[in-house]
């Protein structure tokens, strides 16, 4: 092996590691170096070891890091070098000639970049050497794939373009495309791509376009379309019309495909079934659904002729199908992780394991002897269809973070090109260009496209914080004072600690335009986002809100309006106060300088909080954007949106550096574990999971699943051990950020659900705000199943099932309390109230007096400290202070 230091790097290594033994007391250690090195004392003096003992964290690890990779590379090469020499002359002259068994090999001919975000689609031009890309920048990119260049733009679509193909009548190629925005595009490749015909009639996003090829009932001007609206449609492209509409799913379809010779068509969606179409009768028929896979399916692709023989054999078929068959076979992959392979019958014949995570695209060879697969785990896998199904080939990390699209390039027709059947040619999810290859030449080009990392953001392995200034270390030491001096709150368990107070704002005549509210952190402040697209902020204290901008002659009220957005604003949130040192050298508390906001536009913006001006707009997210929360050690901020994506933000950086993608619907709940490195996110409808990410990887640590409801909101822990999730049942999921596993399940609240949690600062209780109209307190240490004692060692065992409330129309006073382990608690027919901006003891809340109608029973658990009613008002917000002090605001609801 050869020398890995040069001799001057051997001595400054050896210098540095003597430097560094020194420097840490280690004489021994380092006067036995200096003896096998050969080295006197006098080799180091004082100066040296100065100069040298900080050299050796700061340069001599990454040395030591790039010639580990070396001996990496090494290895690998050793093993590259030992397969070539098993190979024979034949074995290589074999694999490089016969294009029915050629795979695409590990380093790609080209890597294309010009995207500005994650490319969903491509597909190849059926004569000419040039392929079609789609991103989430809502773009279609056309690349010469011969040389690797970029050929042109092309723009068009106002949301993220989620598939495209080539294809088109007799004589002609178009390229058609399908979006977010609902529409099917078509677009001329022979008059500079321009746009001829735009396609509207789907419900919502299109997920999948295909041409129908040539056949005896048309001319090649039919192509397909799949929607989320749980739908297909054929369309006639020369005349923009929807001939037919094909119902059958009961979810979203995902993808499509069409047969080679245009008479059948194979579907797939979230139903978790496949559903082969029938398009040569009057009206298109279902010929067989496949059942089978445990989760949607993201992809299918019809089987070529050539890979009959070999699927044939799976079947158990003495002979193949004939060639003239279209549809004997076919492959789906699912999010189950698996890739199915079918009968025209429906039966299931192989399932293929291998993949770790979704399986997102497939395509046949066209030899008809593999089939290959990508998946969100990164890498392209080939499956030996001769072998039963067996993996042959890996080619892992393809892409930096996901791979979301394959396609393999349409075969040559030896007599005459012919561009009727280009379209579905692609070799791809359609299967067309496996007819024979007799009358074709296979092209030895495969695409794959996905997600790299962001070229803006730090590298995977770090996500560096900005140099700590003067005000970030005076901002350190307040919540050092506010720590000594704040009320120390227990549980029930804790058995000392005073009791909560509450401190309630109630806004007056909103008429329920409100949607959501904020307090800054140094309670200066409180800020509302409304449906009218703007922002309100108060001054808690009533001084006037000034503006660097404005003449001290002006006059200044105490509230401020932010207009900026175009639609409704749903999250907002306050960055950290800060504190200046004075002339005295004391601390100077200084209000929070900055507000980010989130909308249904689509946009984050960041608002300055000393001209009450926008400073930046951030726009990634397909969709509307619900929540926005800087980090806990301010700079980096998350955003969760309709689009199934969390994104996390620097402050500095117009785009996202990191896009967690993992939940299956829109998310709904946001939060950042106090350590900064991690944030947990909650989506609602079908999924109802909630997700751990990591910041510096963007990969998923955890997922948690429970509850049965909406997920409205997320709260870490202060000490990071765990979370707390609040539904729109009412109920408080618990859970062990260590273990992933719900530890306890709490109720007291009524229906409508739980926007806002609250932890204090010792971890030991919690506060919730209800759309019931009620603040509740929870002891986090006390099982929700009354197994330990309440209030003490001593005090009785209760069971949860003996406590219970009754909600009624409307919340009034009480006229009297039941105490249950200790505790005051509300009676079944009434609860205790208190005023708007009062507090109660009490477990529950419920309608006032005996007029009050009987409504539906609550269960309350044991963990339950005390509840707060108000009056006709659904709490949106409650906050435990650094002084452990709470607050809650709501909007009033006279209708209540």
């Not at 294009?99 to 995207?115: D, F, N, Y």
Request: aromatic share 6%; glycine share 10%; charged share 20%.
């Amino acid at each position: 092996m050869a020398q890995r230091l040069t001799n001057r790097q051997a001595e400054e290594l050896h210098k540095s590691l003597i430097a560094y033994l020194t420097a840490n007391d280690l004489e021994d250690t380092a006067a036995a170096l200096r003896a096998e090195l050969q080295m006197g004392r006098d080799a180091l003096d004082p100066e040296a070891v100065r100069k040298y003992e900080s050299l050796l964290p700061k340069k001599w690890t990454g040395v030591v890091r790039l010639q580990r990779k070396v001996l990496e590379l090494e290895a690998k090469e050793a093993a590259l070098r030992a397969q070539l020499q098993n190979l024979t002359p034949a074995s290589v002259s074999r694999q490089t000639d016969d294009p029915t068994s050629w795979l695409p090999g590990a380093v790609p001919r080209h890597t294309l970049e010009s995207h500005r975000s994650s490319i969903n689609c491509l597909a190849f031009h059926p004569i000419f050497s040039s392929v079609a890309t789609g991103s989430d920048d809502c773009t279609i990119k056309i690349w010469d794939w011969d040389v690797g260049e970029l050929e042109r733009t092309i723009k068009g679509h106002t949301r993220p373009v989620l598939d495209v193909d080539y294809g088109g009548p007799r004589g002609a190629v178009l390229l058609a495309s399908c979006s977010s925005d609902l529409t099917v595009k078509l677009w001329d490749p022979a008059n500079d791509y321009q746009n001829i015909r735009t396609l509207s009639g789907h419900d919502h996003s299109v997920s999948a376009v295909r041409f129908i090829p040539s056949a005896a009932s048309s001319s090649g001007n039919l192509l397909v379309s799949a929607s989320r609206d749980k739908t297909l449609r054929v369309w006639d492209a020369s005349t923009g019309f929807c001939l037919m509409t094909l119902q059958g799913h009961t979810e979203w379809v995902r993808d499509v495909t069409a047969s080679y010779d245009g008479r059948y068509l194979l579907s797939a969606g979230d139903d978790m079934t496949a559903r082969l179409w029938d398009m040569t009768g009057q009206r298109p028929e279902v010929r067989l659904t496949a059942l089978g896979h445990e989760h949607f399916v993201e992809c299918c692709a019809l089987a070529p002729p050539a890979a009959y023989p070999h699927l044939a054999r799976l079947a158990g078929l003495k002979k193949p199908p004939p060639a003239a068959s279209s549809a004997e076979f076919m492959a789906t992959g699912s999010r189950d992780k698996t890739i199915r392979l079918w009968d025209a019958r429906g039966n299931c014949l192989q399932t293929l394991r291998g993949h770790d995570n979704w399986v997102t695209a497939l395509a046949f060879h066209p030899g008809g002897k593999f089939l290959l697969s990508v998946s969100d785990d990164k890498s392209l896998r080939c499956w030996d269809l001769s072998q039963e199904g067996k993996c042959v080939k890996v080619l892992g990390d393809s892409h930096g973070r996901f791979i979301s699209c394959l396609r393999w390039a349409p075969g040559i027709k030896k007599d005459a090109p012919s561009a009727s059947n280009g379209g579905s040619a692609d070799g791809g999810s359609s299967g067309a260009n496996g007819g024979t290859p007799n009358d074709t030449q296979i092209r030895r080009v495969v695409a794959t496209g996905g997600l790299e990392e962001s070229a803006e953001g730090p590298s995977r392995a770090d996500l560096p914080l900005p140099p700590a200034r003067a005000r970030d270390v005076m901002n350190e030491v307040e919540k050092i004072k506010q720590h000594r001096d704040r009320f120390r709150i227990e549980g029930r368990t804790g058995g000392v600690g005073a009791a909560v107070s509450i401190c309630m704002y109630t806004f007056h005549n909103t008429l329920g335009s409100y949607t959501c509210l904020e307090f800054s952190k140094d309670l200066k402040l409180v800020a509302a986002g409304t449906m009218d697209s703007y922002i309100r902020i108060w001054s808690m204290d009533g001084k006037p809100l000034k503006s660097a901008l404005e003449n001290n002659n002006q006059s200044v009220t105490n509230n401020r309006t932010l207009i900026g957005h175009s639609g409704t604003v749903y999250g907002l949130s306050f960055s950290d106060a800060v504190s200046w040192p004075n002339s005295e050298g004391n601390s100077r508390p200084q209000a929070p300088q900055l507000l980010l906001s989130s909308s249904f536009d689509g946009t984050i913006r960041l608002w300055s909080l000393d001209t009450w001006s926008c400073l930046c707009v951030y726009k990634s997210h397909d969709g509307p954007v619900w929540d926005v929360q800087w980090g806990p050690h301010g700079h980096y901020f998350a955003s969760i949106g309709w689009d199934k994506t969390a994104r996390i933000w620097s402050q500095d950086h117009a785009s996202p550096l990191r896009i967690c993608v993992g939940h299956d619907t829109s998310l709904s709940a946001l939060a950042w574990h106090p350590n900064g490195t991690y944030i947990i996110t909650a989506s609602d409808e079908t999924d109802k999971s909630i997700r751990m990410w990591s910041v510096i990887t963007g990969d998923c640590v955890r997922v948690m699943t429970g509850h049965h409801h909406f997920i409205n909101t997320i709260e870490c822990a202060p000490n990071g051990k765990i979370i707390a999730s609040g539904d729109q049942d009412g109920n408080i999921f618990w859970w062990d950020l260590e273990k992933g596993v719900c530890i306890k399940k709490s109720k007291g609240h009524g229906k409508g659900g739980i926007p806002s949690l609250s932890f204090s600062v010792e971890s030991t209780v919690l506060v919730s705000g209800g759309l019931d109209g009620t603040v509740r307190v929870w002891d986090v240490e006390l099982p929700a199943d009354g197994s330990k004692p309440v209030g003490g060692a001593s005090g009785p065992t209760v069971q949860a099932e003996n406590v219970h409330v009754h909600i009624g129309d409307s919340i009034g006073p009480a006229d009297r309390t039941i105490t249950v382990g200790g505790q005051p608690q509300a009676p079944p027919a009434s609860a205790a109230a208190s005023s708007s901006g009062g507090a109660g003891n009490a477990s529950g809340a419920s309608g006032a007096g005996g007029s009050k109608k009987k409504g539906k029973e609550v269960h309350i658990t044991p963990d339950q400290i005390s509840a707060f009613p108000t009056k006709k008002t659904p709490v949106k917000q409650v906050q435990f202070t650094r002084m452990n002090l709470v607050i809650a605001a709501g909007v009033y609801d006279p209708e209540r």
